[in-house]
T-cell receptor
Framework: EPEVTQTPSHQVTQMGQEVILRCVPI?????FYWYRQILGQKVEFLVS????????KSEIFDDQFSVERPDGSNFTLKIRSTKLEDSAMYFC????????FGPGTRLTVT | GENVEQHPSTLSVQEGDSAVIKCTYS??????FPWYKQELGKRPQLIID?????GEKKDQRIAVTLNKTAKHFSLHITETQPEDSAVYFC????????????FGTGTRLQVFP
């Protein structure tokens, strides 16, 4: 069964550093999403992406965040200058008949 | 804004009992309501979903009901087993395959043997 994959599984970074989280959506899906989940809290929508552009973004997705589909398979989330409060699990998802979630990247900002 | 409320936040049941989790959504344009199960440190996994043209859907021990007028939907798990222990999230969306999911706050279900 096809799966959404994400790398790395865990990323530790210092405050102010840039991080790039990578995702490979399911190959025939057209809609891609990033969500985040702060420890012990609900899953929150960050951004959706379709046809090589952002289709919707939440208030969380400010100028520090950007997304890109650099080639035909990868979908990346970049955080330009990380803050302590960016520490969370970041999930990528892609949708076909349902939204399939990747295993997540745990981002720890110290 | 769009919001999904979920109750209870924790639920403890004895093995074999039933569990019910309830959600309320605010956006009347929502028409797709999935339920996800999340085990510790893992990704959310879809267990059942319902679309607004249906009032109830069942899959073995799991059922979901939807009341569009009241903007309520519920998850029912019968004959609970210890392996049902997890956090359950409801969500709402305007389209099952092209729109974001708005998640509820989650219910931690514990099933005691």
């Amino acid at each position: 069964e096809p799966e959404v994959t994400q790398t790395p599984s865990h990323q530790v970074t210092q405050m102010g550093q840039e991080v790039i989280l990578r995702c490979v959506p399911i190959s025939n899906h057209l809609y891609f999403y990033w969500y985040r989940q702060i420890l012990g809290q609900k899953v929150e929508f960050l951004v959706s992406f379709y046809n090589n552009e952002i289709s919707e973004k939440s208030e969380i997705f400010d100028d520090q965040f950007s997304v890109e589909r650099p080639d035909g398979s990868n979908f990346t989330l970049k955080i330009r200058s990380t803050k302590l409060e960016d520490s969370a699990m970041y999930f990528c998802a892609s949708s076909g008949q349902e939204q399939y979630f990747g295993p997540g990247t745990r981002l720890t900002v110290t | 804004g769009e919001n999904v409320e979920q109750h209870p936040s924790t639920l403890s049941v004895q093995e074999g009992d039933s569990a019910v989790i309830k959600c309320t959504y605010s956006d009347s344009a929502s028409n797709y309501f999935p339920w996800y199960k999340q085990e510790l440190g893992k990704r959310p996994q879809l267990i059942i979903d319902i679309r607004s043209n249906v009032g109830e859907k069942k899959d073995q021990r799991i059922a979901v009901t939807l009341n569009k007028t009241a903007k309520h939907f519920s998850l029912h798990i019968t004959e609970t087993q210890p392996e049902d222990s997890a956090v359950y999230f409801c969500a709402a969306s305007k389209a099952y395959n092209t729109d974001k999911l708005i998640f509820g706050t989650g219910t931690r279900l514990q099933v005691f043997p």
